[in-house]
């Protein structure tokens, strides 16, 4: 049974070397997707029955269609009005320069392939969801809306792996940037996930040309309040961090 495929031994020695990597460069992506494979056990099961009885999620099933495939399509993206998710993600992503290949090839990194198709077609459009939970919440790219944004994930889908990352960057955020409201953001986050639809039975295809707002009001996402407050200062910070990282490896 595909489910089978979802059930994995839980390795703590292995989360705990994935993030001491982490803790020396938070960009290593692929660090994430290891502590994630390496702390997940069967959290996915329930959630992959789930989507699988959903009506998107027995249609993608049916057809086998990749999530990422549409997140990819920048022509496609470009049609989606002015004012619609679809616009927002071609301007989260590509214009940063960035692209929906770089949480597949971190991913790729990070955990092993899943033997059954319908399973790992769940947890990887789970994973290309990323972005979109990114503008829908309101939760930028800064460490702050990273660690609030998983802690939405997390009341979501709970995944021991997901909920370890974020009491570990709690810790490093309480310590190194105590201005931030860490806690509170976390647990604003988390509260709003609760309240949310359950995003992985959404259809994001057809989310995409519509209004972004219509979309946040549809799926019952409240404004982070508490992270927007903070936010300039996270996004100083960031810079901050992101100029002395390439500052140091232009020294290299």
């Known amino acids: 049974m595909s489910e089978q495929a979802l059930r994995k031994k839980i390795s703590f020695p292995k989360a705990i070397q ?10 290593d992506t692929s660090q994430v997707f290891r ?6 056990g ?4 329930r959630p992959y029955r789930r989507f699988r009885r959903s009506g998107v999620g027995a249609r993608v099933l049916l057809e086998r269609s990749d999530l990422v495939d549409v997140l990819q399509d920048q022509n496609r993206l470009r049609e ?22 770089g949480l597949v090839e971190a991913s790729e990194a990070g955990r092993r392939s899943i033997s059954d198709p319908d399973a790992e077609r769940f947890v990887n459009r789970v994973r290309d969801m990323h972005d979109l939970w990114h503008i829908t919440t309101g939760y930028g790219r800064d460490g702050l809306g990273e660690l609030a944004l998983l802690s939405f994930s997390t009341a979501q889908i709970w995944n021991p792996g997901i909920a370890f990352i ?39 295809e057809a989310l995409l040309d519509l209004p972004l707002q ?17 936010k300039p200062e996270a996004e100083n910070i960031e810079a901050a961090f992101q100029e002395a990282r390439a500052t140091g490896q232009k020294a290299a």
């Open 18 to 27: 994935a993030v001491k990597v982490l803790l020396k460069d938070k960009e």
């Open 35 to 40: 502590i994630v494979e390496a702390l997940t």
């Open 42 to 45: 069967s959290s996915f099961v």
């Open 80 to 101: 989606c009005p002015p004012d619609s998710l679809g616009a927002a993600y071609l301007a989260f992503v590509y214009d940063e320069g960035l692209s929906a290949d």
């Open 166 to 204: 974020v009491l570990v960057g709690l810790f490093k955020t309480r310590r190194e940037t105590p201005q931030l409201p860490g806690m509170r953001a976390v647990i604003e986050g988390y509260l709003h996930g609760k309240m949310a639809l359950w995003l992985p039975k959404q259809d994001w």
């Open 214 to 230: 219509e979309v946040r009001s549809m799926l019952h996402i409240r404004s982070p309040e508490i992270y927007l407050r903070a």
